[in-house]
């Protein structure tokens, strides 16, 4: 954590050891692959409720995730309001409507033809959850004064991961979106200008009549994304 007064180093003992044995983590990884393999991006959301609470432990393991300098530039923003996701949704679909209106260039619009999209949005008010992700460009102190964040999308990306890795953890499905431009968040939930809102993140149960496009699951195979050196 950063603060104004000097914080001098301070080593403490690793408050949390894990000890395996090669077989041991071979097979961890393995079925987290399993695991993680079973999450999709659905756009088909039940009404179902969510408490609070499952969130909010979602929300502290997204916290924990590494940062620059450890300034933790994020902040979420949990919305279950009726109202309030329906006037983001309002807003997030008039962006989308230019987007799909000529504001996306031809090659844009074709690669997202397997996907399936379109400027309506409905699971935005369905969902019980919007988790609106902002990037903290500068924090400030309590008396106003400025200090600056260090690689914040790095951190914030970092964040997101953690915290879409913990819905799917907790047997909720989420879905990533990215209206453009996004400033409308800013003024509906009432953030500050050193703020630049990432994404929505839909978050509830999957309906029961959900699909997602075969296109989905086609992955890049190991040999395609990484290479050993």
């Keep these: 954590m950063f603060a104004k007064e000097k914080i001098s180093y301070k080593a403490m003992p690793l408050p949390n050891r894990v000890a395996l044995t090669d077989a041991e983590a071979a097979a961890r990884a393995q079925d987290f692959r399993t695991f993680m393999a079973q999450r999709h991006s659905i756009r088909d959301f039940s009404d179902r409720p969510v408490p609070r609470a499952i969130i909010e432990h979602c929300l502290l393991t997204a916290g924990g995730a590494p940062s620059g300098a450890n300034h933790q530039p994020w902040f979420f923003a949990a919305v279950s309001d009726p109202s309030l ?23 844009w619009i074709k690669a997202l033809e397997p996907i399936g999209t379109d400027a309506s949005k409905p699971h935005l008010t369905t969902a019980p959850w919007l988790i609106v992700i902002f990037a903290q460009r500068w924090g400030e102190f309590d008396d106003g004064t400025r200090y600056k964040n260090y690689y914040v999308p790095e951190s914030v990306g970092i964040a997101t991961g953690f915290l879409i890795a913990a819905l799917h953890h907790a047997g909720l499905s989420c879905l990533t979106h990215t209206p453009n431009p996004m400033k409308f968040l800013n003024d509906a939930l009432d953030r500050p200008a050193s703020e630049k809102p990432v994404m929505i993140l839909t978050v509830g149960h999957t309906a029961a009549n959900a699909t997602v496009p075969e296109v989905a699951k086609m992955k890049k195979p190991l040999e395609k994304i990484a290479q050993f050196y």
Excluded: P, T, V
């Excluded at 996701?85 to 090659?107: H, N, T, V």
């Design 85 to 107: 996701k329906a006037r983001i949704r309002a807003e997030a679909e008039a962006e989308e409507q230019k987007f799909y209106d000529g504001g996306a260039s031809d090659e």
